[in-house]
């Protein structure tokens, strides 16, 4: 990870570096010829220019100078020295080109593929005019400074923006990456990388970005393995204050923190959490919910006992004298919902409401590992439902302000692991309401983002509908084909460098930036809560403090009487 600081430089001269050969394998595409191999890096910024035609209709581009971006997609060498030559080690390969009458410092000539981009509108984008270059035309590299202003919808430090790292191709900080934190939050996000490559810590220079006093978003924060705890260093530190007092609000839930009160969970998140349920007692179930409802219409709560006095309602049945008797389904339901109520997440009365989880300038995160992979789901999707018909109930002013469901601003949750909360093949609770959130939560100010280490693993659905991809290394084939369908925006050419990629490398791409980019991610400003274990210092620390003790109690007087030695009564000889 590295620090976003230098400047980006200032227009200068055009660095030329090359010459268009003509057209490539599409229309899209042309070649340009080079002996300049350090500049010619897959994904770097090339353009060359072209007269804007006169389309009759008085255009203000008409007769302009149009500068055409594109990006470097292949290369491959077109001519050069013999191979012979480069085979004997004692022979100098410019020596030899001397002597043969090269007289470029290069004898290596490439070939260079481009994919256009086009040039850049400051309200449109970029738009690709489809003028191809002639032959002969030069072609340059961009700017830094050129790069900054097109490459980003916001620019570093202004309202909206998430400054997130640098142009991985340009000098470091040279070019700085601001991402559309709007784009990011409506249209939904996905960080998906192999284990290690930083996938965490990536999402945590993200949220350090939110809080940010040019931003102070209200973020919820899914946390499987409580590696987001050193997010409250951002309590007080200097760089997240805002000239009017603001500072984040950080606050970390543990396990023993969070409950959901019973009457918010529904059918299927009961049956759930209950130990294995046969085809009968899952109808009696279901019917007992539809009597609890009904019972209940317009109120929040209920609790336990009501939902067993349904049950057996839904259970009991006339005999063949006309005697209601209850059957015996109903008696194993209640004993396993009686074992249910006696959850520590899962309270009568006791609740964590959207207004206890969001607030602008704040950022909460649900410490989730002391917590089993089924309850994990429900919790998700028990906070994630009633957060959703809480945006949807206050922008269709169906609730006050006094209500604990009002939510009147948008919000954004993160998912780490989002593959157990959303499994390709599996069924799974959260499933559901994430596609439910991902394909309408836009129009009411719900924001999700994804963080998974299997993108292979991950329903394609909910995966298609992340509009911001952040793609970091992955080695794993099933993986990689995974992105190739889910994540169009990226482009092949990138994606194949996926498996090149080192820690704090990564792809972005998607509504966030105009055009995909190779970025290198910033250096956190508060610790990372996510390292891997040190196991040879652990073991040699652990050694060496068994070891003192061990001699400790050979020196003791009381050890000295007995011929044998012992270690917490174990023998040490």
Not at 73 to 100: C, G, K, N, Q, W
Not at 123 to 128: D, E, K, P, R, V
Not at 341 to 355: D, E, G, I, R, V
Not at 380 to 408: F, G, H, M, V
């Amino acid at each position: 990870m590295v620090k976003a600081s230098a400047a980006p430089q200032l227009a200068s001269t055009p660095l030329v570096i090359g010459t268009v050969k003509g057209p490539g394998e599409d229309g899209n595409q042309y070649l340009f010829i080079t002996a300049d191999n350090r500049h010619v890096k897959i994904g770097e910024f090339v353009y060359y220019e072209v007269a804007a035609p006169d389309s009759g209709d008085g255009s203000v581009n008409a007769g302009k100078v149009l500068r055409i971006l594109g990006k470097i997609s292949d290369r491959r060498l077109s001519d050069h020295l013999p191979d012979r030559i480069f085979a004997d080690t004692e022979i100098s390969p410019e020596t030899i080109a001397a002597l043969v009458g090269f007289s470029h410092p290069s004898p290596e000539i490439y070939e260079v593929t481009v994919d256009v981009i086009g040039h850049f509108h400051p309200a449109l984008g970029f738009i690709n005019p489809r003028l191809t270059p002639n032959p002969g035309t030069k072609v340059s590299i961009v700017d830094d400074d050129t790069l900054l202003r097109v490459v980003n919808k916001k620019q570093p430090g202004e309202v909206g923006s998430a400054t997130v790292g640098s142009l991985l191709l340009r000098p470091l900080g040279a070019v700085q990456v601001a991402l559309d934190v709007k784009e990011l939050v409506s249209t939904h996000m996905a960080i998906l990388a192999g284990t290690g490559s930083g996938k965490s810590y990536t999402a945590g220079v993200l949220i350090e970005e939110f809080l940010q006093p040019y931003n102070r978003a209200a973020v919820l924060i899914f946390d499987p393995h409580g590696e987001y705890g050193t997010l409250a260093e951002m309590r007080g530190h200097p760089s997240f204050q805002g000239d009017d007092g603001y500072a984040p609000d950080v606050r970390i839930l543990t396990p023993d923190d969070i409950t959901i009160r019973i009457s918010s969970l529904d059918y299927y998140d009961v049956l759930t959490l209950l130990p294995e349920m046969s085809d009968r007692q899952q109808s009696i179930l279901n019917k007992a919910f539809r009597i609890l409802h009904r019972h209940k219409r317009g109120e929040y709560r209920w609790n336990v006992d009501d939902l067993i006095a349904a049950v057996n309602e839904a259970d009991t049945a006339e005999d063949d004298e006309g005697n209601l008797k209850i059957g015996s389904s109903a008696p194993a339901i209640a004993w396993k919902l009686e074992r249910f109520a006696n959850s520590p997440y899962f309270h009568q009365t006791h609740h964590l409401a959207p207004k206890d989880l969001f607030m602008p300038g704040r950022v909460t995160v649900l410490q989730m590992n002391e917590i089993s992979q089924e309850e994990q789901q429900v919790i998700c999707a028990a906070i994630l439902r009633q957060s959703y018909l809480a945006r949807i109930n206050t922008e269709k002013d169906k609730i006050n302000e006094n209500d604990e469901n009002y939510l009147p601003y948008p919000v954004f949750t993160l998912v780490e692991e989002a593959h157990r909360f959303a499994p390709a093949k599996e069924p799974s609770r959260c499933k559901a309401i994430l596609r439910t959130i991902l394909s309408e939560g836009r129009k009411f100010g719900l924001g999700v983002g994804l963080i998974t280490q299997r993108p292979g693993k991950l329903d394609s659905d909910v995966l298609s509908q992340c509009m911001s991809q952040f793609l970091m290394r992955i080695v794993n084939p099933v993986d990689q084909e995974s992105l190739k369908y889910g994540v169009e925006a990226a482009g092949r050419d990138l994606l194949k460098e996926l498996p090149a990629l080192t820690k704090g490398q990564v792809i972005i791409s998607g509504a966030c930036v105009n055009t995909p980019v190779l970025c290198q991610v910033r250096e956190r400003l508060t610790r990372h809560g996510g390292e891997t274990l040190n196991a040879p210092s652990e073991w040699q620390k652990h050694f060496q403090s068994h070891r003192l003790r061990s001699q400790e109690i050979e020196r003791s007087p009381v050890a000295s009487k007995g011929s044998a030695k012992t270690f917490r009564g174990v023998s040490i000889e």
